[in-house]
């Protein structure tokens, strides 16, 4: 993946993982449920993944 839009609750987060190299546990964090799976909903698009629902994410994805 190149880019990341993972999206909790309100807040939502966008990583150009090219450029910044996030640590490990940190990229887990953002992209697993307390269940420790993948959250829901998440899409693939090309290089980019999109994990959670952030409404501009999906249109700058989608749009």
């Known amino acids: 993946m190149d ?3 993972a999206a909790k609750g309100k807040k939502a987060v966008r ?3 090219k450029k910044e190299k996030p640590a490990k ?3 887990l964090a953002l992209i697993l449920g307390p269940s ?3 959250r829901a909903p ?3 698009k090309g290089r980019t993944l ?3 629902f952030d409404e501009v994410a999906y249109k700058k994805v989608f749009g």
């Open 42 to 44: 998440a899409i693939r």
């Open 50 to 52: 999109i994990v959670g």
């Open 25 to 27: 546990a940190d990229l």
């Open 3 to 5: 880019v990341l839009y």
């Open 15 to 17: 990583l150009d993982l």
């Open 36 to 38: 420790g799976n993948l």
